[in-house]
């Protein structure tokens, strides 16, 4: 059998496989399946948009809260990225205008050579906040298990949180099922191709979001409660 009349047979297939029912009952059928597997897929998001709904401020109009939570955003040869640079430009313009008391910079430093917590913190110290007001968060490795371990582990009950303006919606909404009272400040960023992979990306992950707020599972690592945050505050006063 020659490779044309191979292909011609498997685009036969895969047309009967596509071709709508031949009645009126099996064509209706499939569109309100089509329709039922659209809203579920919707629902994710609808979620996170209900959820953070009415709690997205910016620097300036965020309500004044003692903790701000700046989460991770890669590094670029042991520096913040770019990204990451400007969620930290937000936290260190809270801290100077006295909306905020201490910074909770939450990570992944799971590899010995890759350490987002201690970057973020030279950086905010570079940048006026000093180091006594900054506390570290080294298992922060997704947004649920950071929102989760600023409740259970450092004993965070309200913050406002800082990111990009194509997470923070999230960010908002699974720190609210950790039991964190949150505000969003969502960072503006101009729409190159990492706008655009982030923003797609949060289509995918809102559906993990959503399963995470459903099922609530412990982190990757808990670990024992840590005064941090209590200390960081204390002295701030």
């Known amino acids: 059998m020659c490779a044309c009349h191979g292909r011609g047979l498997a685009v036969g297939r895969v047309r009967r496989v596509l071709r709508l029912p031949r009645t009126r009952t099996g064509r209706r059928r499939a569109v309100q399946v089509a329709m039922g597997l659209c809203v579920l897929a919707l629902l994710p998001s609808t979620w996170m948009f209900t959820t953070a ?20 955003a890669g590094l670029w040869q042991g520096e913040p990225s770019p990204y990451l640079a400007r969620r930290l430009d937000a936290a260190a313009e809270l801290y100077r205008s006295g909306r905020i008391e201490v910074v909770l910079v939450t990570g992944d430093n799971s590899r010995e050579e890759y350490d987002e917590p201690d970057a973020m913190r030279a950086y905010l110290t570079d940048h006026g906040v000093p ?3 900054i506390v570290s968060d080294y298992a922060g490795f997704d947004t649920w298990d950071s929102c989760v ?7 965070v009950d309200r913050a406002v949180l800082i990111s990009q ?13 950790a ?32 399963l995470d707020a459903l ?13 941090g945050v209590a200390r960081a505050l204390a002295s701030a006063r």
Do not use: N
């Open 179 to 210: 039991g964190v009272t949150s505000y969003g400040v969502g960072v503006q960023d101009k729409h190159d191709e990492t706008w655009y992979y982030g923003a797609t990306r949060e289509l995918f992950a809102a559906g993990k979001a959503s």
């Open 165 to 177: 303006g194509f997470h923070i919606r999230r960010a908002v909404a699974l720190c609210q099922e």
């Open 53 to 72: 709904d009415g709690r997205l401020r910016t620097t300036a109009d965020v309500p004044r809260t003692q903790v701000a939570m700046v989460f991770g």
């Open 149 to 155: 371990r600023a409740k259970k582990i450092f004993g």
């Open 131 to 133: 180091d006594r007001h």
């Open 215 to 227: 099922f609530e599972p412990d982190p990757r690592f808990l670990g024992p409660e840590e005064p």
